[in-house]
């Protein structure tokens, strides 16, 4: 650690064990291991060193964002380094003419998405977090969020990457180009990849024109199965959503506790629905109707602005929300769009079959749903009924055609169903994929493979 | 030889030297090596029987969809066994309610289209090729389109792969979800990875709604420029075309020659743009007024399908328009949106230093042009002068931040110029990874990358 010091410029690095262990977990309730220190990365050529002597020691590197991660993908591990990047905070690049941006990966995302909103553009990847993580996060994650059922997961808006390898080295990927196809995709790989392949220090990705008008509806439901054929009906009709979320009562309740939003003691579920299209109203209207052929119990449609940014706020405080209740154990489980019902339906079966509290939002449009097993605070660890209901819910949806993980990653948390999901083959190709860019293990190992 | 012919059904392996040679080429004027024989797969398993000889015998295997591709990817070898995949044409899953299509990889494109539209679906990536290329080839080389500005490449397509390795082992890659973040995306390393990574014999694609109406604008510019001019002003004003293609006077004359479509003599070039949105119809016009503020000469808005299929049917004529005018190195430079009059100044100013023809299309709301440089029937190659400008070009391309290659891939015929656009780190990771996938090298050895 000392050659460490002496080789970053002063005050880039941390070992104050009480400092250290704030930057040594994310949001799971995984408890870290004990961290040798933090690296406060202010430039390529802090990453660059910083690989460099970690490769020399064999050192174990943990890059980390903002830590808002649900997987455990930047929990630290006993003698690792935490390499933070959340103070490249610069937008480089900023071109309305070319739709993209240049970023460093420390960039919270909704400041980018701010900072094109000024030339009539957004960034459109926007998870619940995006006021709180980071770009190099969401792109080591391939985060999603609320607008992807339209815009897509981050990869889709991903064009090149800056990288520095486990040895040092810097690769670039991609280009700045709306497409290109020399060579395999790097730039692909490494999104997704929850930093075991290299540290990204530069993204370039793309931006979008930013919706003139948004019209959005919300619906209350009565069943929450109801809610579910409201979403396939909305898809089926082709109405293009921009967002397309639901809330179970769980998760409305504990929004109401602390937020006082009005619940009504009828209202199992609610669906959040918008429409960005030229027009977004006529949109609406159809998704309104929709949702009421298929038994809303209450729905209002609105084209202003201010009530939409509440609603969709509202959304967003789902997760803290349930963080009020206990710990929470966040499932991701995706299913074919079709297998909605039946998805939420398992969840509901397991919650009553092992007697454990599971509040679920989904972004319904995608298929892609957020069980949250909430447990006693002061726990190690969910206890053995949370860890069965989950099991259950995991298998359920790959039984169904779907994936473990829609968007957070597998970190450490989804490592024991991994082998359910990916055959050995696969299994074998990406360890083998690990050793050319890392053949020591020193970056995250252990992690999402 | 007798050994494969006897392990695969009878009927499977075709070694008549003409016949394998009509199996050896693709679209280029490439001329291809001498192959042992071509087997015409019918199935995973003839794949598999294939791949396993192959990997025991040391012999070079080279993947074929329909052999229109522009850069020698599909082009034999001398000693190889072209695997024809054209066969293997079963759509056997299309689910309207997933969204999802499960197609063999010799499924034609258009036929795919088609299939969907009868479920009010679409498949949205359309290389001009459409009526002749494979879903297959299209993976393999993550083929764009006239589509694509609005709906992506074949990458975004792409949900899930079936592939035999060289070895003949059988990978299972992605999934039949929208999102999903387990592991690394194989599926996205496939995609445009020219055959040497694997065999695809089964691809889970994504399908979306057919637009209900489509409005089209045709405008005739005065000079190249201009129309380029257009472009950038109808990205800009956030028009969203689900088509923007640009045809300069040499691309219109050999099609008028061919077809007699009434060409202007003062024209220089064409727009065609195209909106489905909801609000085609007021899309449209603000296009064609875009056209019209940027000195279009003439300019036709089309709100009837018939109209519009019959002018994008002109633009798809293009390239076999020009294959009537000798032979053909067709380049696929893409810049930069903004970059894009540069370029075209660029390609203008080689044409005539080097005193080569030079006609181009442009898929232009991506910023991706293809140049085609037309040279003598008969000759083995290009002569210098073809070559020269074509350098000329490539170059300008990257130094205007852009990529050797926008859909077509490197194949054969750009790997002289790989080294500009890849660094050193690049090209080691890129070797690394075909060794995972294929430490023997036998799939389309020298391709690619
Ligand atoms: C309230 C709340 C709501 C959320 N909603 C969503 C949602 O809607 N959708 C969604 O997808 N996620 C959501 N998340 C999860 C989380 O915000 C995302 O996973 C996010 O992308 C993590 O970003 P981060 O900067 O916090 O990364 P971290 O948590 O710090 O790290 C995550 C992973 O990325 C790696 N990493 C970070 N930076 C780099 C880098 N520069 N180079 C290489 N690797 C790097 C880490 O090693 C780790 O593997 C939510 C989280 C919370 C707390
Ligand atoms: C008139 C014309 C217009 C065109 N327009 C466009 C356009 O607009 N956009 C565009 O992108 N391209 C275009 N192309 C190029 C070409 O059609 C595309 O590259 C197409 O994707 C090739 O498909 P194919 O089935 O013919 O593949 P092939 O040419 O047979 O093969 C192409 C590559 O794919 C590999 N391959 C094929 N099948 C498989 C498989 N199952 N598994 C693994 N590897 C495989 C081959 O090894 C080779 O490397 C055009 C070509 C022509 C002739």
Redesign the interface.
């Known amino acids: 650690m000392k050659e460490l010091i002496a080789a970053l410029p002063v005050g880039r690095v941390l070992t104050d064990p009480d400092v250290t262990e704030s930057y040594a977990r994310d949001r799971t309730f995984l408890r870290p291991g004990k961290a040798l220190g933090v690296v406060l990365a202010q430039s390529r050529d802090d990453v660059v060193t910083t690989m460099r002597w970690a490769t020399e020691h064999r050192v174990p590197v943990v890059p980390r964002g903002a830590g808002t991660g649900l997987a455990g993908a930047a929990t630290a591990m006993d003698g690792s380094v935490v390499l933070s990047l959340h103070r490249m905070t610069s937008i480089l690049d900023l071109?309305?003419?070319?739709?993209?941006a240049v970023v460093e990966p420390g960039v919270i995302t909704a400041d980018l998405d701010r900072a094109a909103r000024e030339h009539?553009l957004m960034y459109a990847p926007d998870p619940s977090s995006y006021e709180i993580s980071t770009i190099g996060g969401n792109l080591a994650?391939?985060a999603?969020g609320l607008r992807?059922v339209k815009y897509?997961?981050t990869?889709?808006s991903a064009l090149g990457l800056e990288v520095v390898?486990a040895d040092g080295?810097?690769?670039?990927?991609g280009?700045?180009?709306?497409?290109?196809?020399?060579?395999?995709?790097?730039t692909?790989?490494f999104?997704?990849?929850e930093g075991t392949?290299g540290v990204i220090t530069k993204a370039t990705v793309r931006l979008r024109?930013a919706p003139?008008e948004v019209a959005t509806v919300a619906a209350e439901f009565s069943s929450l199965r109801d809610a579910a054929a409201a979403v396939?009906a909305i898809?089926?009709a082709?109405c293009?959503p921009s967002l397309l979320e639901l809330m179970d009562r769980t998760t409305l309740k504990a929004i109401d506790d602390w937020k006082n939003i009005g619940l009504d003691p009828g209202t199992q579920a609610m669906l959040i629905a918008q429409s960005d299209?030229?027009?977004s109203q006529?949109?609406a209207a159809r998704m309104a109707e929709l949702c009421d052929a298929n038994g809303a119990s209450f729905t209002a449609l609105s084209g202003s602005p201010e009530e939409a940014a509440e609603l969709v706020g509202v959304r967003r405080l789902a997760y803290q929300a349930k963080e009020r209740l206990g710990q929470c154990l966040v499932e991701d489980v995706?299913?074919?769009?079709?297998a909605l019902p039946e998805m939420i339906s398992a969840v509901e079966a397991a919650a009553a079959r092992h007697d454990v509290m599971i509040a679920t939002v989904a972004?319904a449009g995608?298929?892609?749903l957020h069980p949250v097993f909430v447990f006693e605070r002061g726990l190690e660890e969910p206890p053995p009924q949370v860890w069965a209901a989950a099991d259950e819910v995991f298998r359920e949806a790959l039984a169904l055609?779907?994936?473990?993980?829609?968007?957070?990653?597998?970190g450490l948390l989804?490592r024991r169903w991994?082998a359910l999901?990916?055959?050995p083959?696969?299994?074998e190709?990406?360890h083998?994929?690990k050793?050319?860019?890392d053949p020591l293990n020193i970056l995250n190992p252990g992690k999402?493979?």
Do not use: W
Request: net charge neutral; hydrophobic share 30%.
């Open positions: 071109s309305p003419d070319d739709e993209v009539g994650t391939n999603g992807c897509g997961v990869r889709d390898l080295r810097v690769l670039e990927t280009r700045r180009t709306m497409k290109g196809v020399t060579g395999y995709d790097l692909g790989l999104v997704g990849s392949l024109r003139a396939s898809t089926a082709g293009q299209a030229s027009d006529r949109a995706c299913v074919p769009r079709s972004h995608d298929g892609n055609g779907g994936t473990l993980t829609g968007e957070h990653g597998v989804k991994l999901e990916s055959g083959v696969a299994t190709i990406q083998g994929i050793r050319v860019f999402a493979i």
